[in-house]
């Protein structure tokens, strides 16, 4: 093990950070080991990973010298923030800020820093095509990490810019999986007319940063988006009609009923949709699928994540 590159991961029980642990302890021949960086090491989900054989290291990303001893003797961090725990930007940019100084302390030699883009260079403030949220922002947890991107080139670190996208995941913990709607049948509900969206499996955002993290330098100073597939919601119905063996329907609603839905963080999501929507092109020309299963040859696709999962989508 003492021979072995140190990869400190944030969010370890997380999704993303999750899945890179368990990428990078279950290939014992791959150089490299996991310090799995959480809040809680006592929860179930850190004694797993322990149980993976990760180290396990208390820390918050509040407190910028427990980070910096987290990240003390790592090769490589993996950087995440946690939106959807505060609604915050402003914490978003500051979280990122002191994950980049503590990087930069420790002398790390990589970072993966996952970003997504900041909206506002396609949609100013001044645009009214959607609303403007929170004074500053139109995609308040899109904005916030692309307005970050600079506090890790700023610092000097290697970094490597990442761009994931949605979760097929949140079809089972994020409220975005088949309901029923008042004729009693089942739908999912997205503004994205016919364009396509891109998703992925969340534990294949883990297995594409540990790619990066195996090519050593070559994405140093990059942006990299990633990808499963790009599927149009009427696709994605498709997909799900025949997982789960009864008709699922795709209900195509504008953005402005989608930012009207009053579940937190719905105007965000509206936005969110919109932009990808509005910039098919932009927004999927950045996340190559061929690049994506270059780096994680074990990349699912839709049907294949459906056929795992398809009895813990709740179908209400």
């Given amino acids: 093990m003492a021979d072995r590159k140190i990869i400190a991961v944030m969010g370890a029980t997380g999704s993303q950070g999750g899945g890179l642990v368990r990428a990078i302890m279950s290939d014992p021949n791959g150089g490299f080991t996991a310090r799995a960086i959480t809040r809680d090491t006592s929860s179930a989900k ?34 995440v923030t946690f939106f959807w725990e505060h609604f915050s ?36 403030l001044s645009d009214d095509r959607m609303p403007t949220l929170m004074e ?29 996208c949605m979760y097929w995941d949140n079809l089972i913990f994020f409220g975005m999986g088949p309901k029923k709607g008042p004729d009693g049948k089942l739908a999912i509900t ?31 100073g990059k942006r990299v988006g990633i990808a499963g597939e ?39 999501l509206g936005n969110m949709f919109q932009f990808k929507r509005d910039f098919e092109q932009d927004y999927c020309g950045a996340r190559s699928i061929d690049v994506t299963r270059a780096l994680n040859p074990e990349l699912q696709t839709f049907d294949e994540w459906l056929a795992r999962n398809k009895d813990r989508i709740p179908l209400e």
């Avoid at 904005?143 to 990442?162: I, Q, R, Y």
Wanted: net charge negative.
């Fill in 46 to 79: 850190a004694k797993q990973l322990a149980e993976l054989g990760a180290e396990v290291v208390a820390a918050d990303i509040n407190d910028l010298d427990q980070l910096k001893q987290a990240f003390s003797g790592a090769h490589g961090a993996y950087c």
């Fill in 89 to 124: 930007p402003d914490k978003e940019v500051a979280h990122a800020g002191a994950m980049a100084e503590a990087a930069k302390d420790a002398a790390v030699s990589h970072v993966i820093w996952s970003t997504f883009e900041d909206t506002r260079k396609w949609v100013p």
């Fill in 136 to 164: 500053r922002y139109k995609v308040p947890h899109f904005d916030a990490k692309g307005e970050a991107d600079h506090l890790f080139a700023d610092s000097g670190v290697p970094t490597t810019f990442m761009l994931t």
């Fill in 190 to 220: 997205f503004p994205m007319g016919d364009k396509k969206l891109p998703g992925i499996a969340a534990e294949d955002i883990g297995k594409c940063a540990y790619g990066i993290f195996k090519q050593g330098g070559e994405f140093i």
């Fill in 230 to 268: 790009h599927l149009t919601g009427a696709q994605m119905a498709a997909a799900l009609t025949n997982a789960l063996g009864q008709e699922v329907g795709y209900n195509d609603v504008p953005p402005e009923v989608y930012r009207g839905f009053g579940f937190p963080g719905a105007e965000d």
